[in-house]
C-alpha cells in the first residue's frame, strides 16, 4: 500500500518549473546593410542600419532610391522591441508623414511584420537571413481576394568590414 500512495503523489506533485525561454532578439540582423533589387516594377536600392537601441530596442533606418524620371526617394526609420509574449511590437514612420503601428514576430532566420489598416492598406514586410550572410526584404500589400502582391524584393549584402 506504501507504494501505491508514494506513486499517487509522483503523479500530483507540481514539476519542476520549466527554465526560462532565451527572450527573442533581431541581433542576427544589427549591422548596416546595401541592398539592390525591385521596387514598383523599377529597379531600386537601398541601405538598412539596423540597430541596438536604448531600452532593449532594435532600431531600423531604411533608404530606398528608386530609378526612373525624376528617381524616387524614400526613406523611414522604425523601433522595434519583443513583448514579455515573444510577440514583435513597434512604430514605422515614414518620409511621406505616415506613423504606422507594427506587429510580427521572428522564426530562426524569418522576421515579419504586419502593418497598416483596413482603411488605407495591410501590409507585410519580410526580412530573411541566408545561410550565404545576405538579408533577403519582400514588401506585400493584401489584395481584395485574400492574396498578397509583392511590391518590392531587395536583396542585401553587409558594408564591407561587418560579418
Not at 91 to 112: C, E, H, L, N, Q
Not at 131 to 152: H, P
Amino acid at each position: 500500500m506504501t507504494l501505491l500512495w508514494w506513486a499517487a503523489a509522483a503523479l500530483v506533485a507540481p514539476a519542476a518549473p520549466a527554465a526560462p525561454a532565451e527572450a527573442p532578439s533581431l541581433a542576427a540582423w544589427h549591422g548596416q546593410w546595401i541592398g539592390e533589387g525591385r521596387a514598383f516594377d523599377k529597379p531600386a536600392t537601398a541601405t538598412l542600419d539596423i540597430a541596438p537601441g536604448a531600452g532593449g530596442v532594435t532600431t531600423l533606418a531604411y533608404r530606398l532610391t528608386i530609378a526612373g524620371e525624376p528617381p524616387v526617394a524614400y526613406s523611414a526609420d522604425a523601433t522595434y522591441a519583443f513583448d514579455a509574449k515573444g510577440r514583435l511590437r513597434g512604430t514605422w514612420a515614414d518620409s511621406y508623414g505616415r506613423k504606422r503601428a507594427v506587429a510580427g514576430g521572428m522564426d530562426g532566420a524569418t522576421w515579419w511584420t504586419h502593418w497598416g489598416s483596413a482603411d488605407v492598406e495591410i501590409g507585410r514586410s519580410t526580412y530573411v537571413l541566408g545561410a550565404d550572410g545576405t538579408l533577403t526584404v519582400s514588401d506585400s500589400v493584401l489584395q481584395a481576394d485574400g492574396g498578397w502582391r509583392v511590391f518590392a524584393a531587395l536583396q542585401y549584402r553587409r558594408k564591407s568590414g561587418e560579418s
